[in-house]
């Protein structure tokens, strides 16, 4: 019979996300719910490593739900890569005498997550990630919140870009994937989305789009870049080297990680931090929660890195068709 679980740890890893506060706080009051101790790791895997923590109670947590970043900070470790900055993590788990661990994070943070299961200490993992590029669910706690600030901010870009009668290139996060670039797009109502899943044809994605919009009437236009399908600065120079026209390029960068997360990122956060303790105080571990059509699910560590996320192709067309079928009343209209 497997002992009952008394004390657990929790951690924030990799890239903050709006969101990462609300789950830590629903993990720890979830755990003193079911009778267990829970201790706040800061600064991540390296933190594990240097036994850098603090005790965590339901004061501590009350006022971090509207709060960006993480309270418990985050950092990426070079040595919990190495066999021996891993044994270290374990011996600061078995001197601190946690019997699971909480992580919260991305790919990278659960990829740590399974080496450290192998080493015979129990990791549930909660995907926290602005780019909502983990595999193995539909939804990462971060992504509306940043998608509500880059929607803002080209919103304010906009209101200039037509007072002026210019282009703007936007550049948003996302590393390798476009879910971020394509939804914002979307919702912006972008002259031309470029996304690292579509291979560029500049012609037809940027030139042609622009042209089109501009014998629509338009005077203004809006182009939204993943930042892993190109450098911003460099789709600006090759628009001016096309049409003539000179972009004005905005790299949004970090900002889309902060601010207070949003409704539906408090929501999600609670709910995956109080699945991740309820799989230990039922006696499981070694899985991450996510969503899947909905629904709250747990799949096992190693299945889930296996899992790959593609871009929402029914998204794509719809995006394009806003593109090229705007009729004139609609584009004068936006």
């Known amino acids: 019979m497997m002992e009952k679980i008394k004390r657990i740890g929790v951690l924030t890893s990799g890239g903050d996300a709006p969101g990462m506060n609300p789950a830590v706080r629903a993990v720890v009051r979830t755990a003193m719910d079911f009778g267990i101790e829970c201790i706040g790791i800061r600064r991540g895997w390296q933190g594990l490593i240097n036994g850098d923590f603090v005790r965590l ?8 739900l509207s709060r960006g970043g993480t309270i418990l900070y985050t950092a990426r470790s070079e040595e919990f890569m190495t066999e ?3 044994k270290k993590a374990v011996a600061t788990c078995r001197m601190l005498g946690l019997q699971g ?23 549930v993992g909660i995907p926290a990630t602005i780019d909502n590029d983990v595999g ?32 703007s290139v936007v550049e948003v996060m996302g590393r390798n994937a476009g879910f971020l670039a394509l939804y914002v797009g979307i919702a912006v ?20 789009c622009i042209q089109n919009s501009r014998l629509a009437g338009n005077t203004h236009f809006m182009i939204v870049v993943a930042e892993g399908s190109g450098s911003a600065v460099d789709i600006g120079k090759r628009i001016h080297e096309a049409i003539g026209i000179e972009p004005r ?7 889309q990680r902060g601010g207070s997360p949003s409704a539906r990122d408090r929501e999600t ?61 609609d584009t004068l209209t936006e």
């Not at 997550?113 to 990791?123: F, H, M, N």
């Not at 109502?189 to 042609?208: I, R, S, Y």
């Not at 390029?249 to 900002?255: A, D, E, N, P």
């Open 57 to 64: 109670d339901g004061t501590s947590v009350g006022h971090i």
């Open 84 to 86: 021996a900055g891993r």
């Open 101 to 123: 661990i909480v992580a919260i994070g991305g790919d990278g943070t659960f990829r740590g997550a399974l080496e450290l299961s192998r080493l015979g200490i129990p990791v």
């Open 136 to 167: 193995c669910t539909n939804y990462t706690i971060g992504f509306d919140t940043a998608c509500n600030t880059a929607v803002e901010c080209i919103d304010r870009l906009r209101d200039t870009m037509q007072s002026h009668e210019r282009c």
């Open 189 to 208: 109502g972008a002259t031309a989305v470029l996304v690292p899943e579509h291979e560029l044809d500049f012609q037809k994605d940027v030139v042609e």
């Open 249 to 255: 390029v905005t790299v949004l960068g970090h900002i």
């Open 269 to 329: 956060a609670t709910r995956m931090g109080y699945y991740a303790v309820k799989a230990f105080a039922e006696g499981g571990g070694n899985v991450i929660v996510g969503t899947q059509e909905g629904s709250m699910v747990m799949l096992p560590i190693e299945e889930a890195l296996q899992m790959k996320k593609h871009l929402q192709m029914d998204r794509y067309e719809i995006m394009q068709a806003m593109l090229l079928g705007r009729s004139s009343a």
